[in-house]
Every structure is written in structure tokens, then in C-alpha cells.
């Protein structure tokens, strides 16, 4: 079962391009540098994506009772964050716009080297798994890396044209996820025809964990809270999907994956909103 038809991969992949590209336009060299001196949310960052929610992932399927496919998916939404969809909610945080679209990247990019280690060992060892490392590799820094520096390049170098093309290319990049989102429903839909409503609620309270785990392991800064609730709470289940269906496809794990990836939009969604009230309210 595949996720997307031709036009709403182009679509995802402009989505991506232009959401970095309207990131880096408005950063410079200077505000990489400053995001990338905050180490304590870094190193926290990596310690609830790589460990803190990979364990939980773990724990989560053995306290609740599922079917073995829900559980597979589970444990390998858990090993693996860099959710790229993260960016149409990362990006909402003007002020932490470098660790927005630095911590997808970097979540990304190590996802394809250090979720696969984390999957064989959480997983049944009957499961072998089949990476593509190389071509998972280049995409991120072909759709993700490239626009990004290319945008910082032109925010540093012609700062009015930069201006000029930022929100463009961010609106660009919103409209693009929303055809996305429309275009890949009926997929969605016939997913969650697989599911039970139980899971339904196992997965929601999966995701809402992950948002407060990252939430309060993001340091006082509300605004690099809000940039790692929405980074972890996506999680990379595009990497998980292509593992699963090249490694077991006898296997039904490709439905709660879609499914669960079905959720973790609008939860976003009304996370990021909520973000927004209540931090409009504070300024007032």
C-alpha cells in the first residue's frame, strides 16, 4: 500500500523545499550559530528522541494490550523522530526559527543511521530490516539542507530580496501541505478502517506523551518547548513505512503506521493553536 501517487509526492516535496527555503530567508549565519550554542536543548533534544521516547515506545506496548502489527508500529514510530511534516508546526515559532528548521533536519538525518540500530534491537529479532542509507541520506540533505543554506545565503547577502520572497515561500509551502493532506484523505481514511478505536486512543495518548516529554525536557524557553513538543511529537513514520514495506510487506504494519501519521497532524494542530492563545494572552 503506498502513501502517496506521483502528484502528492511533488507536492510533499515542494512542501518541504520551499518551508526551509522560507526558513532560511529569514535567518542568518549569526542566528545558526546562536541556536546551535544552546546545548542543554540539544542535548535534551536528542536524549528524548533517541532514548527517552524509543523506551517509552517500548513500555507503551507492553502496558497496553494490541495487535502484534499496532505494536510493531508503535515501537518503530518511537525509534524514529525526524517527521518532516514537523516543519508546517516548528516554523510557526518565529523567535526559534534557526532551531526550527535546524533540530528537523538534524532529527531527520540522524534518524537514518540511528533508528534502524534502535528498531533491531526493540523488535522481535524474527523482523529483519532493509535501510536504504544512502538514498534516504541524500534526500534529506537534497529537500532539506540545500533550500535552507540557500535561503540563509540569500538572507545574508541581499536581505530585501530575501524579505521579499520569505513569505511567499513559506504561504508556498502551507498550501502545498494542505493539497498534500487533502490529496492523501482517502488513504488516511482507508487506514484507520484498520484500526480499532481502542488503538485510535493508544496511539492519541502516545503522541500527547511524547509532546509533554519534549515539552519539559525543552528547557524554560517556552519557544524552544514548543519547537521540541512538535519535533518529537511527529514522528518519522515516512522512513518507518519504506523499512516496513521492504522489510516485511507480508505484514499489515503499514496501516497503523498511516493511520497513526493521520493523527499526529491535527494534534499538532490544535497543540500549535493552543501555543498561539495562550502565548498571544501573555503578552497582552
Same mark, same amino acid.
Given at each position: 500500500?503506498?502513501?502517496? =501517487?506521483?502528484?502528492?509526492?511533488?507536492?510533499?516535496?515542494?512542501?518541504?523545499? !520551499?518551508?526551509?527555503? $522560507?526558513?532560511?530567508?529569514?535567518? /542568518?549565519?549569526? =542566528?545558526?550559530?546562536?541556536?546551535?550554542?544552546?546545548?542543554?536543548?540539544?542535548?535534551?533534544?536528542?536524549?528524548?528522541?533517541?532514548? &527517552?521516547?524509543?523506551?517509552?515506545?517500548?513500555?507503551?506496548?507492553?502496558?497496553? /494490550?494490541?495487535?502484534?502489527?499496532?505494536?510493531?508500529?508503535?515501537?518503530?514510530? @518511537?525509534?524514529?523522530?525526524?517527521?518532516?511534516?514537523?516543519?508546517?508546526?516548528? +516554523?510557526?515559532? %518565529?523567535?526559534?526559527? @534557526?532551531? !526550527?528548521?535546524?533540530?528537523?533536519?538534524?532529527?531527520?538525518?540522524?534518524?537514518?543511521?540511528? /533508528?534502524?540500530?534502535?528498531?533491531?534491537?526493540?523488535?522481535?529479532? =524474527?523482523?529483519?530490516?532493509?535501510?536504504?542509507? $544512502?538514498?534516504? !541520506?541524500?534526500?534529506?540533505?537534497?529537500? #532539506?539542507?540545500?533550500?535552507?543554506? *540557500?535561503?540563509?545565503?540569500?538572507?545574508?547577502?541581499?536581505?530585501?530580496?530575501?524579505?521579499?520572497?520569505?513569505?511567499?515561500?513559506?504561504? #508556498? $509551502?502551507?498550501? @502545498?501541505?494542505?493539497? &498534500?493532506?487533502?490529496?492523501?484523505?482517502?488513504?488516511?481514511?482507508?487506514?484507520?478502517?484498520?484500526?480499532?478505536?481502542?488503538?485510535?486512543?493508544?496511539?492519541?495518548?502516545?503522541?500527547?506523551?511524547?509532546?509533554?516529554?519534549?515539552?519539559?525536557?525543552?528547557?524554560?524557553?517556552? $519557544?524552544?518547548?514548543?519547537?521540541? +513538543?512538535?519535533?518529537?511529537?511527529?514522528?518519522?513514520?515516512?522512513?518507518?513505512?519504506?523499512?516496513?514495506?521492504?522489510?516485511?510487506?507480508?505484514?499489515?504494519?503499514?496501516?497503523?503506521?498511516? +493511520?497513526?501519521? +493521520?493523527?499526529?497532524?491535527?494534534?499538532? #494542530? *490544535?497543540?500549535? *493553536?493552543?501555543? %498561539?492563545?495562550?502565548? %498571544?494572552? %501573555?503578552?497582552?
Amino acid at each position: 500500500m503506498s502513501m502517496m =501517487d506521483p502528484l502528492s509526492r511533488t507536492l510533499f516535496y515542494i512542501f518541504i523545499v !520551499a518551508s526551509m527555503l $522560507g526558513i532560511g530567508l529569514q535567518v /542568518s549565519w549569526g =542566528d545558526i550559530r546562536s541556536a546551535l550554542r544552546k546545548r542543554n536543548i540539544w542535548f535534551y533534544m536528542l536524549l528524548a528522541n533517541f532514548v &527517552v521516547i524509543p523506551i517509552l515506545g517500548l513500555l507503551w506496548v507492553r502496558v497496553f /494490550s494490541m495487535e502484534r502489527d499496532v505494536a510493531i508500529a508503535i515501537v518503530m514510530l @518511537a525509534c524514529a523522530p525526524g517527521g518532516i511534516s514537523a516543519l508546517q508546526f516548528t +516554523a510557526r515559532h %518565529k523567535d526559534e526559527l @534557526a532551531l !526550527a528548521g535546524g533540530s528537523v533536519f538534524t532529527l531527520t538525518f540522524l534518524s537514518i543511521f540511528i /533508528s534502524p540500530l534502535l528498531m533491531a534491537l526493540f523488535l522481535p529479532q =524474527d523482523l529483519p530490516l532493509t535501510v536504504s542509507y $544512502g538514498r534516504a !541520506a541524500s534526500l534529506v540533505v537534497i529537500f #532539506l539542507l540545500i533550500p535552507l543554506v *540557500i535561503g540563509i545565503l540569500v538572507h545574508q547577502n541581499a536581505a530585501k530580496l530575501a524579505s521579499i520572497l520569505a513569505k511567499p515561500m513559506s504561504f #508556498l $509551502g502551507f498550501i @502545498a501541505f494542505i493539497a &498534500v493532506i487533502i490529496l492523501t484523505m482517502a488513504v488516511k481514511k482507508e487506514a484507520k478502517t484498520h484500526i480499532t478505536g481502542e488503538t485510535t486512543i493508544i496511539f492519541l495518548l502516545f503522541i500527547i506523551c511524547t509532546m509533554i516529554i519534549s515539552w519539559f525536557m525543552g528547557g524554560p524557553g517556552k $519557544g524552544n518547548r514548543g519547537v521540541l +513538543a512538535s519535533a518529537s511529537s511527529m514522528r518519522n513514520f515516512a522512513l518507518c513505512l519504506a523499512i516496513a514495506t521492504r522489510s516485511f510487506p507480508e505484514m499489515d504494519v503499514v496501516f497503523p503506521l498511516i +493511520a497513526f501519521a +493521520a493523527y499526529m497532524v491535527p494534534a499538532n #494542530l *490544535i497543540f500549535t *493553536i493552543l501555543y %498561539k492563545i495562550t502565548d %498571544k494572552r %501573555k503578552k497582552d
